[in-house]
């Protein structure tokens, strides 16, 4: 198992901001492609984002302009920076490994709840 | 943006029989089509990448075909760990896109 542990899952007020954390062992973060994929509850999978070795990075319309994906390769650690939260961002959030260059997520984290509600 | 149809939605069989899950893309992704498997309360587990390769560790049940448009998973001979939903996943272009889920039971 490659455990990615994700944290920073919070109750936030919309239009808040927050920040999630993955922290990665097993592999280095700056030599993958890391992705963000969230679920709403009860709903299906959704993919959020992503981030190339290289730093390039790609988003999902609907967190376009909102929502920045970065990393520390000291501390192996993929960030989410969430801002203008609004209540369909309420979701549970999963880092993965893959999601650039027809790379599947082959690896994922446990998740971390997002909830957004005043 | 690509759209990914799953059908059926939800599945119920019995221990043994062949369940296939189908998935169909708005427009080409080539062979760039994975499937996942995700039970109550877990993370996503990748079972078929490039629409026909097996995950190291799934086993040799699940099987994935298809190219172009149109996708399927196969579980030939369904076993009771086999209860959980199943996505179909895209990665020919962003955004990257997923099916809407099928939810497969145990009779």
């Known amino acids: 198992e490659v455990p990615l542990v994700e944290s920073g899952g919070a109750l936030i007020q919309p239009g808040g901001s927050l920040r999630l954390s993955c922290t990665v062992s097993?592999?280095?973060?700056?030599?993958?492609?890391m992705s963000w994929v969230r679920q709403a509850p009860g709903k299906g999978l959704e993919w959020v984002s992503v981030?190339?070795?290289?730093?390039?990075?790609y988003y999902a319309d609907s967190v376009k302009g909102r929502f920045t994906v970065s990393r520390d390769d000291s501390k192996n650690t993929l960030y989410l920076q969430m801002s203008s939260l609004r209540a369909e961002d309420t979701a549970l959030y999963y880092c993965?490994?893959?999601?650039?260059?027809?790379?599947?997520?082959?690896?994922w984290g446990q998740g971390t709840l997002v909830t957004v509600s005043s | 943006d690509i759209q990914m149809t799953q059908s059926p939605s939800s599945v119920s069989a019995s221990v043994g029989d062949r369940v296939t899950i189908t998935c169909r893309a708005s427009?080409?992704?080539?062979?760039?089509l994975a499937w996942y498997q995700q039970k109550p309360g877990k993370a996503p587990k990748i079972l078929i990448y490039?629409?026909?390769s097996l995950q190291s560790g799934v086993p040799s049940r699940f099987s994935g075909s298809g190219f172009g448009t149109d996708f399927t998973l196969t579980i030939s001979s369904l076993q009771p760990e086999d209860s959980a939903t199943y996505y179909c996943?895209?990665?020919?272009?962003?955004?990257?896109?997923f099916g809407g889920g099928t939810k497969v039971e145990i009779k």
């Open positions: 490039a629409a026909s």
């Open positions: 427009q080409s992704i080539s062979s760039w």
């Open positions: 981030i190339y070795s290289g730093g390039r990075t």
């Open positions: 097993g592999f280095s973060v700056s030599s993958n492609y």
């Open positions: 996943q895209q990665g020919n272009s962003f955004p990257l896109t």
């Open positions: 993965a490994r893959g999601g650039g260059d027809y790379n599947p997520f082959d690896y």
